[in-house]
């Protein structure tokens, strides 16, 4: 079985700060693992994956993460805040020949002028 | 081009009424999928249908009755509706979700109230 937990269902910066957003899963078999953005009254749309290659991956609008197998983490940051990161964040995870991706209960990211 | 459409954008209605929510993609995909998202912005797969065949079916209400026509197309249609089947329904495609590394695309989502 497979489970994501975000650490934090909020979590706020201020405009030019360092954003981290904290995931940890849980899974038997190699994982596959995503970030996702959903902004208000939007679906959700991919920022980054990890699909077992380099373990830093690097995504869109700045983001990236790092895949750490000891610490069942994979962690998103990115060096500095901008007004429109506010949003939504989703960590997920999957696995070869599973058809269902487990999301976590998402974070809310504020970010303060 | 919209890659996932869903209609209606709103639906507002009353408990016991009947009603659908029709889905689709444009991006060639063999999986879609319908998440409901609740008040709490939790993410919770309902169904996935790969190749117009039934793959995921998460303990749903057998009120839900989603239906493929063809790969492109995913409706959801939902008989008596209930005040706590009140959410956000999103519909999702991925190309090939055996895969288990292919991104899943979202669409806008159907915001569903029952009076």
């Known amino acids: 079985a497979q489970s994501v937990t975000q650490l934090g269902s909020h979590v706020s910066v201020s405009e030019g700060a360092l954003v981290l957003l904290r995931c940890n899963y849980s899974s038997s078999v190699p994982p596959y693992l995503f970030w996702y953005v959903q902004y208000p009254n939007q679906g959700l749309q991919l920022l980054l994956k990890?699909?077992?290659?380099?373990?830093l991956v690097k995504g869109i609008n700045g983001f990236e993460a790092e895949f750490k197998k000891s610490e069942t983490s994979f962690h998103l940051t990115k060096p500095s805040a901008h007004m429109s990161d506010a949003a939504e964040y989703f960590c997920?995870?999957?696995?070869?020949?599973?058809?269902?991706?487990?999301f976590g209960a998402g974070t809310r990211l504020f970010v303060k002028a | 081009d919209t890659a996932v459409s869903q209609t209606p954008k709103y639906l507002v209605t009353q408990m016991g009424n009947d009603k659908s929510i029709k889905c689709e993609q444009n991006l060639g995909h063999d999986t879609m999928y319908w998440y409901k998202q609740d008040s709490k912005k939790f993410l919770k797969i309902m169904f996935s249908y790969n190749n117009k065949e039934l793959i995921i079916n998460e303990t749903v209400p057998n009120r839900f009755s989603p239906k493929s026509p063809d790969k492109a197309h995913l409706n959801l249609h939902i008989n008596s509706l209930e005040l706590g089947d009140s959410a956000v329904y999103f519909c999702a495609s991925s190309l090939r979700q055996r895969e288990g590394k292919d991104t899943q695309y979202f669409g806008p989502g159907t915001r569903l109230t029952v009076l």
């Open positions: 997920a995870v999957s696995h070869t020949g599973g058809f269902k991706t487990i």
């Open positions: 990890y699909t077992s290659a380099a373990t």
